[in-house]
């Protein structure tokens, strides 16, 4: 008998028990401790998704396999310490979230895996060795306050060191979000120059003051607190949309457009069941939501997409190196740590 059908008569069965009995679900729920799911029907993830992005895709995720899923949502860069810290004994099955320069920096917490239909994703946003399986499509963005900041005022990356915005520039740490460090990596690539001259210039129009939480530079936009900040497309165009009082800009002098993505944890638990959610969330059904419930873009072509996107054809990119920004992570983020007065020198 496969999995979903096993879901299924375990859910008559339970309905039967109940109806013969009589008993309000409560006085039943000690006789539910028979009916935990067995490892094989187990996953567990690691997820630095928000709710809202992670929880209609899990249920359906459930609901189509039989699959039990536990969630450990966090950071980017939490997550992935934390699988470093048990890769003797790995607890995860699957990482879903963080930009894929964030997934190859941890390359050794992972094990390979071409998902099932990988020959039909877009080749820039697939994974030469498999490492990851990509998810969505993320350009990163500027954004200013609307009541505040004149239009045109904020154009490109290199407006960022105008004395203008010192100290009123909303940056998550990149030490905790993988999106802020591929903002910080894209930045590195549009204004180009020394890395550590450009890394202390921006740490400098901060005022050595970044935030916590890559949602909190769109609350501190919004309110005013903060001008400016540098976040993803997908987060600022829901933000726009719920009426806040910011605009977004894809900067004149570039930017970038990496995929986020899961990774099967290397020795995993649950194998198979990690290469299924891998297969699901990269396969048509999902991707064809992309947009129009997630704000963001798709992997790969998929029939009626709405295309209310701005194509990226008509968005200038730099050339973001993966491979650079993974081999130079935490030389990038101890520089940064220092120049923002919080570590030492590297």
């Not at 550590?196 to 949602?215: E, I, K, N, P």
């Not at 009626?304 to 920004?325: F, K, M, N, R, T």
């Not at 030389?331 to 007065?341: C, Q």
Request: proline residues 6%; charged residues 20%; contains cysteine.
């Amino acid at each position: 008998m496969n999995i979903p059908a096993r879901r299924r008569l375990l859910s008559l069965v339970l309905a039967c028990l109940l109806t013969a009995s009589g008993c309000a679900l409560e006085r039943s729920a000690p006789a539910l401790s028979a009916f935990v799911p067995s490892e094989e029907d187990r996953l567990v993830v690691y997820t630095s998704h928000k709710e809202e992005v992670y929880q209609p895709i899990i249920k359906e995720f459930e609901e189509r396999t039989g699959i039990w899923v536990e969630l450990v949502p966090g950071g980017t860069n939490e997550l992935l310490e934390r699988l470093a810290e048990e890769k003797d004994r790995p607890k995860a099955d699957v990482m879903f979230g963080g930009g894929v320069d964030s997934l190859e920096a941890y390359r050794d917490c992972f094990t390979p895996y071409f998902c099932q239909d990988w020959a039909l994703l877009t080749p820039s946003m697939r994974s030469s060795d498999g490492l990851w399986t990509p998810f969505s499509a993320l350009p990163v963005v500027l954004i200013y306050n609307t009541k505040l900041v004149p239009q045109g005022r904020l154009t490109a990356w290199q407006d960022l060191f105008s004395p203008a915005w010192q100290g009123r520039i909303a940056f998550c740490d990149p030490s905790i979000s993988g999106s802020s460090f591929t903002g910080l990596v894209t930045l590195l690539r549009a204004v180009g120059g020394d890395v550590d001259d450009t890394l202390m210039a921006f740490a400098v129009s901060l005022d050595g003051r970044q935030l916590s939480s890559s949602g909190d530079v769109l609350t501190s936009v919004a309110s005013g607190t903060d001008l400016v900040g540098i976040t993803l497309e997908e987060t600022a165009l829901k933000r726009v949309a719920a009426g806040d009082d910011i605009a977004l800009v894809y900067p004149a002098d570039g930017t970038s457009c990496v995929p986020d993505g899961g990774a099967m944890v290397k020795n995993a638990p649950h194998p198979e069941n990690a290469q299924l959610f891998l297969d699901f969330i990269s396969g048509e059904d999902v991707q064809r939501r992309m947009e129009e419930s997630f704000s963001r873009r798709p992997i790969r072509s998929v029939p009626d997409h709405s295309q209310a996107l701005l194509p990226l054809s008509e968005i200038s990119l730099v050339d973001y190196d993966i491979s650079w920004a993974s081999e130079h992570h935490n030389g990038v983020l101890m520089s940064w740590a220092f120049f923002l007065g919080g570590g030492e020198q590297p």
